[in-house]
């Protein structure tokens, strides 16, 4: 194997091994804790984050495939693997991040990790030949849910840090209204570059606990976070019909 896919191996290795060694070591902040810091902007319902399951089944299943000694020079493999290495790696050491209850760094990680993504993913986009149904399977859809749920994770987590900094000021509705609609138009601009199913999808999910957690107590923000929802759902799944270039 080479450098890279040993390093990817690794990174996988250490985004999941790092909640368990968090969880049963009792180091730190839990994420629960951590995000109670700061939760009166705006919430998710804690169901949403079972999605880390999925998450860490795929990159499992992207790790291996990226190993195979058939895959070693693979051209498209090429172009994602740092950036995949950059945000898998990342999602490591956020846990370690918000354990220590170092929230500007969690910002910085959880920002970094979202941004190389989601670029890798449109420069693989755009490399042709189109990938087989496996390779799609393997990297581009796993890697897609990733970025996708970094991207709200990642606006809940600024808010998350402003609110526990007491830098949020007078106006939590106006700056949770600004996270849903930033979230909104974030996921609107990456689908229109390249669309994708599992890329949306994700972030629909979390809109929509957004909407559960919210429902009672901030209606405007709850209303807003369900319509973000659908919009996105609907455009994701429009960009992902079978004449679309779509990954």
Request: proline fraction near 5%; include cysteine; glycine fraction near 8%.
């Amino acid at each position: 194997m080479s450098a890279g896919q040993v390093a990817v191996l690794a990174a996988v290795a250490f985004a999941i091994g790092s909640p368990i060694l968090q969880s049963m070591a009792n180091i730190g902040l839990s994420p629960s804790e951590f995000s109670r810091s700061g939760d009166q902007t705006l919430r998710a319902a804690g169901y949403a984050f079972s999605i880390w399951g999925l998450i860490y089944a795929g990159l499992v299943a992207f790790g291996v495939y990226q190993a195979l000694p058939s895959k070693r020079k693979d051209p498209r493999l090429a172009v994602i693997r740092g950036p995949a290495l950059v945000a898998i790696a990342g999602i490591g050491l956020w846990i370690w991040a918000s354990a220590f209850d170092a929230r500007w760094a969690s910002v910085a990680i959880i920002l970094v990790s979202a941004a190389c993504l989601t670029f890798g993913l449109q420069r693989t986009a755009r490399a042709t030949p189109r990938p087989d149904l496996k390779a799609r399977a393997l990297v581009c859809w796993p890697l897609s849910l990733l970025a996708g749920w970094l991207t709200i994770a990642g606006a809940i987590n600024i808010l998350t840090v402003l609110t526990a900094e007491a830098l949020i000021g007078p106006y939590p509705r106006a700056a949770a209204l600004a996270g849903v609609a930033a979230v909104l138009a974030v996921a609107l601009i990456v689908l229109r570059s390249h669309g994708t199913l599992l890329y949306g999808a994700p972030i629909a999910w979390g809109l929509v606990a957004v909407w559960f957690a919210e429902n009672g107590s901030k209606v405007d923000v709850a209303v807003l976070a369900l319509v973000s929802a659908v919009l996105v759902a609907a455009y994701a799944a429009w960009q992902s019909r079978p004449t679309a270039k779509a990954l």
